[in-house]
């Protein structure tokens, strides 16, 4: 059986800015302490799963690397914007991690069943 | 009456964020609702700066905040990794990194994410201002 997701955690921003690293600490965070939490990638947030990065060079942490953390911290609902995944030519079968495609209208959807959303 | 928690990420003056932060916590109070905890998050850190001189003309926005926290007594953290990041200290966190002074309004208080984890389990709405 699929439960609701209790928190759903947005992220806009590309992952080298500070509010994609604010989500991703949030969304860990919550893992901590057993919330059941759902993460979506839309816009620009979904460069976070550009394959093989490197930004030693421009000193942002990657948080690309970061990424399989996810799991080990009981989060497992991954949703990412398709239409923006195709607009930075990413296809779901190349990402790093397993994540569950969001179609145009479906966040609200998932909103909805959410006891909260925090936004980022 | 419902409880609420309103997660503020906007610095002041910066984008309109942090002040509809501050007219939402206004008006759910005015309405009889109560606020479990104000999550000051990011740039929204800088809400709690004592430093802040805005032009005489211009709306104090850490001051309005200050006197709203103290008025209703309202639990107003502020993150602890975000403010230290962005110079926000207060007392405890200048002498434990020995720094020459604080800077953090009365009424705030610093603390974790467990903070924002807690009004996430025990508010009935949480409201994220995010710039």
Known sequence: ?120 | MSSFALVIQGAPYSSQSALTAYRYCEAVLKAGHNIHRLFFYQDGVHNASGFCVPPQDEFHLPRAWQRLIQQHQIDAVVCVASALKRGIVDQAETQRHLLTGSNMLPGFSIGGLGLLMDALANADRVVTFAP
């Open chain 1, 1 to 120: 059986m699929n439960v609701a997701p209790m928190l759903l955690i947005i992220c806009r921003h590309s992952g080298w800015t500070a509010q994609a690293a604010a989500c991703f600490e949030t969304t860990l965070t919550a893992g901590v302490y057993d919330q059941h939490t759902a993460l979506v990638l839309l816009e620009e947030a979904v460069t976070l799963l550009f394959p093989d990065q490197q930004t030693d060079a421009v000193r942002p942490k990657s948080l690309a690397q970061q990424l399989p953390a996810l799991e080990l911290y009981g989060i497992n609902m991954v949703y990412v914007d398709t239409s923006a995944l195709a607009a930075c030519g990413l296809e779901l079968a190349a990402l790093p991690i397993a994540v569950k495609p969001l179609q145009a209208g479906e966040l609200a959807a998932l909103v909805a069943t959410a006891k909260h959303t925090l936004v980022f």
